[in-house]
């Protein structure tokens, strides 16, 4: 509800008469309708306040004009903290990605083996992968490896060693497809031997070090496999820049590997935190 009174804009102090609706509507001039003009300094708002929230943003008794002047005021004031808010949002996610390169830096490779892989003795001594052989994945099957979505050189085809480029979590997962090469005697597991194990391992190069992830593929006499199939890894393990891994494994299963076109050895490293 509003009230027309004015002091100063030429009413003196007597309130404002409207002049009295059209009695119909085809009594109204055409095209234009009925309207009354009132200068928005001469009109008080005399409902309740008007509230947002907890906030008040318009009170009783207020001229219309410094009412609109309020609401203005009110939401400009609410959209520049809206924008002010998202563009710090935006700032932060831009930091954090730049910060920790998450899912940005990574590495991956994958091959088919064309090495010979002898079977060695089975032994306390060789059943530590960290005895195993390095496996030497061609530069040209490195698939990325990147930086924060930049190539850079992490791993060195002619050690195997991968090199840690930042601080941070890591996922590790390696995958490992390998084919019998003697399928006479029934493959892995044939009657000739007496069993053994396949094993596969992530460590620290050198001998004697920390394994970050290992598996076994286990033979048994007369339970006869074609195909040896791994898989594994571990989830967000923390590892400092410059640190250094490689991917061994071992043959100890009585049957020496070699290459078979078809197969496949995979290493994939991303950061994650």
């Not at 099957?141 to 979505?149: A, F, S, T």
Request: aromatic share 10%.
């Amino acid at each position: 509800m509003s009230t027309t009174k004015c002091s100063n804009c030429g009413c003196e102090d007597s309130f404002l008469t409207s002049p009295a609706p059209c009695p119909t509507p085809a009594a109204c001039p055409d095209p234009e309708p009925c309207y009354t003009v009132t200068d928005a300094q001469c009109t008080v708002y005399t409902g309740a306040n008007i509230v947002c929230g907890s906030t008040t943003v318009v009170a009783s008794n207020t001229v219309i004009a410094d009412a609109l002047d309020d609401i203005i005021s009110y939401f400009c004031s609410s959209i520049q903290t809206v924008n002010g808010s998202l563009t710090t949002i935006n700032t932060n996610i831009s930091n954090l990605q730049a910060a920790q390169g998450l899912f940005d830096t990574a590495f991956r490779v994958a091959f088919e083996p064309t090495i010979n892989l002898n079977t060695v003795t089975a032994s306390l001594t060789n059943s530590n992968i960290s005895n195993g052989v390095v496996i030497l994945f061609p530069t040209g099957d490195v698939e990325y490896q990147i930086v924060n979505g930049t190539t850079t050189t992490q791993y060195n085809s002619s050690t195997g060693i991968w090199t840690c480029p930042e601080t941070g979590k890591y996922d590790i997962n390696y995958n490992v497809y390998l084919t019998c090469p003697d399928q006479t005697g029934f493959g892995w597991g044939n009657t000739a031997t007496t069993g053994g194990t396949y094993s596969i391992a992530v460590t620290n190069p050198g001998t004697g070090t920390s394994v970050y992830c290992a598996d076994t593929f286990t033979i048994t006499k007369g339970l006869y496999y074609t195909r040896l199939y791994l898989t594994g890894g571990i989830q967000g393990k923390t590892l400092t820049a410059g640190e250094q891994l490689v991917l061994r494994h071992q043959n100890m299963t009585g049957i020496n590997y070699t290459g078979i076109s078809g197969d496949n050895i995979d290493w994939a490293i991303r950061r994650v935190g």
